[in-house]
């Protein structure tokens, strides 16, 4: 089993920052890559970004490349989301999750854990 949880959303307004955190815990050797999804009530989960932890390849949605940097902290077993350039539409809740295969997916299904999620809004 793999532990995960999150912290670092809250409110911030439109064009400000935010870092997201995620502390794994657990059998965090069985994970090979990392994403972070988000979601807005009534609309389908949404990746956001991806990481393989072997050699921090990272992936991004076109939405929020440029803007969004995924990052991690092999010796602290964290995973980071810097936010930046916010805007509404950023507006979700923000998850993390594992996955024991290497290959970064888009796709939720393919993940193995999931944290709790974390709240991000951004007022305009």
């Known amino acids: 089993q793999v532990q995960l949880v999150e912290s670092g959303g809250g409110l911030v307004q439109a064009g400000g920052s935010l870092r997201l955190s995620c502390a794994a815990s657990g059998r965090t050797f069985s994970s090979k890559s990392m994403g972070w999804f988000r979601q807005v009530p009534g609309k389908e989960r949404e990746f956001v970004a991806g990481?393989?932890?072997?050699?921090?390849?990272?992936y991004y949605a076109d939405s929020v490349k440029g803007r969004f940097t995924i990052s991690r902290d092999n010796a602290k077993n964290t995973l980071y989301l810097q936010m930046n350039s916010l805007n509404p539409g950023d507006t979700a809740v923000y998850y993390c999750?594992?996955?024991?295969?290497?290959?970064?997916?888009?796709?939720?299904?393919?993940?193995?854990?999931w944290g709790q999620g974390t709240q991000v809004t951004v007022s305009s």
């Open positions: 990481i393989r932890w072997s050699d921090s390849n990272t």
């Open positions: 999750a594992a996955a024991a295969s290497q290959t970064i997916t888009t796709w939720g299904a393919n993940y193995d854990y």
